[in-house]
C-alpha cells in the first residue's frame, strides 16, 4: 500500500511548480490526472533535451500521472472538468486570476458541488495585491526575493540560477499546503482554497533576510562561494584539476579542517571560535586551506579529509553522479519502463518511508493518452466521447 492511494488529484497547471506538486502526490500513490490543452499541451513538453523528438524533462515532471487533454476555454470542456472536481480531492491549478472564474470553475463553483475539495492555487504573485494579475514565473521569483541579488561573485553581476529554482522550492510548498489542508479536512469535513505567490517560498530559504534588515539594516552582499555566516566555505582545485567544496558550519568541523590543512596556530585565534570571527579572517583561512588542497590530489585530500571526520565532498557534473556508489545505493535514479521511448531513466520518489513507500509507476504520457479512459470514468458514452474529439474540445 501506498500512502496516498485513493486520493484522486487534478493537475491542471502548466510547466513547473503546479505540475511538480502534483508529481510529488503521485509519487505516493494519489492517482492524479494531468488535464491539458488538446492541441498546444503543455509548454514544458518541448522544454529541454528531447529523445527522438520526445521531451524528456517531461518524462519526470508528469511521471505516476495520467494524461487527459480537454479544452478548458470551451463550455463542454468546463463541464468535464466541474464533473471531474466533484470525485476528486484536490486541483491544483496556475491560471492567471479570474480565469478559472469566468470560465464558471472557481472555487465557490466546484465547492458548492463538492465541499471536500482542496483548490490548490499556485501563481506568480498570489490572487491579490497590485501585482497579482500580471504573468509570473519562477525566474521574477528568484529576481525579487533576493535569491539573484546575493548569488555570484562580489564584483560581478546579480546572478540566476541555471534551473527551475523557484518553482521547484513553491511546488514543494504547495505539496506541504496540500497535505496541511487534507489534514484539516479530517477534521472539519470540508476542504478550503489554498493561495500560494511563488514570489514567497524561495524567501523561506534564503535566510532570516528580512529579519536582519529590520532590526540591523543589512542588506545581504554578494560573496561568490563563500558564505556570509561561517569560513572557510568555499570550492578548492586540487593539483590534478579536480574541484572540491568544503564546507564549515560546525565549529568542530572548521577547527579540524584547519588543524589538518597545518594551521592550528589560527585556531587558537580568539576570533576563530565564532563564525562571524571566522568571516572577518576569510581570506586567511581560504589561503590556507586552497594552498594545502593545491598541492594534494582530489583522492588524497577526500581521504584525508575523511580520516579528519571533516566536511569535503567533490564538485560532480551529471556523468559524475551517475557513476558515484551512494547515490547507487540509495537508488536514486531508476530505469521505467516507456511507450514511446521504451524506457528512461528518472530520478526517484524523494524519500524512503519504511511501510508505504513511493514508487515511479511509469515516466510522463503522450497528449491525451488516458482521455477516453477518464471520461469513461464519468460515464461519458463512447458516441459522446467521439463527438468531443472530433469537435476539438478533446484529445
Sequence with gaps: MTSLAGL????????????????????????????????????????????????????????????????????????????????????????????????????EVLLERNPRLIVARMTGFGQFGPMAARPGFGTLAEAMSGFAAMTGEPDGPPTLPPLALADGIAGLAMAYAIMVALRAREHTGRGQVVDLAIIEPILAL????????????????????????????????????????????????????????????LVEQPWFASGAGRVAHVEELDEAVASWIAARDAAEVVARFEEAQAAVAPVYDVADIAEDPQYAA??????????????????????????????????????????????????????????????????
Excluded at 529590520?214 to 560573496?223: S, Y
Excluded at 558564505?227 to 582545485?237: D, E, G, I, L, W
Excluded at 540509495?330 to 514511446?340: A, N, R
Aim: with cysteine.
Design 8 to 107: 484522486r488529484v487534478i493537475d491542471a497547471a502548466t510547466l513547473f511548480a503546479g505540475p511538480t506538486a502534483a508529481m510529488m502526490l503521485g509519487d505516493f500513490g494519489a492517482d492524479v490526472i494531468k488535464i491539458e490543452h488538446p492541441r498546444r499541451g503543455d509548454p514544458a513538453r518541448g522544454h529541454g533535451a528531447a529523445a527522438d523528438g520526445v521531451g524528456l524533462w517531461w518524462k519526470t515532471l508528469s511521471r505516476n500521472k495520467r494524461a487527459a487533454a480537454v479544452d478548458l476555454s470551451r463550455a463542454e470542456g468546463q463541464e468535464i472538468l466541474r464533473r471531474l472536481a466533484d470525485g476528486c480531492d484536490v486541483l491544483v491549478e496556475n491560471f492567471r486570476p479570474g480565469t478559472l472564474e469566468r470560465w464558471g470553475l472557481g472555487p
Design 206 to 265: 534564503l535566510g532570516p533576510q528580512m529579519t536582519a534588515y529590520k532590526a540591523l539594516g543589512v542588506v545581504p552582499r554578494r560573496t561568490g562561494n563563500r558564505s556570509s555566516s561561517n569560513a572557510p566555505r568555499n570550492t578548492y582545485r586540487t593539483r590534478d584539476g579536480r574541484w572540491l567544496a568544503i564546507s564549515t558550519s560546525a565549529q568542530p568541523i572548521a577547527e579540524r579542517v584547519m588543524t589538518l590543512v597545518g594551521r592550528p596556530d
Design 330 to 395: 540509495l537508488d536514486t535514479f531508476v530505469e521505467v519502463p516507456d511507450e514511446e521511448l521504451g524506457s528512461v531513466t528518472v530520478q526517484n520518489v524523494l524519500f524512503r518511508l519504511s511501510a508505504t513507500p513511493g514508487e515511479v509507476r511509469w515516466p510522463g504520457r503522450g497528449l491525451g493518452r488516458d482521455t477516453d479512459a477518464v471520461l469513461g470514468e464519468l460515464a461519458y458514452p463512447a458516441g459522446e466521447i467521439a463527438r468531443l474529439r472530433e469537435a476539438g474540445v478533446i484529445a
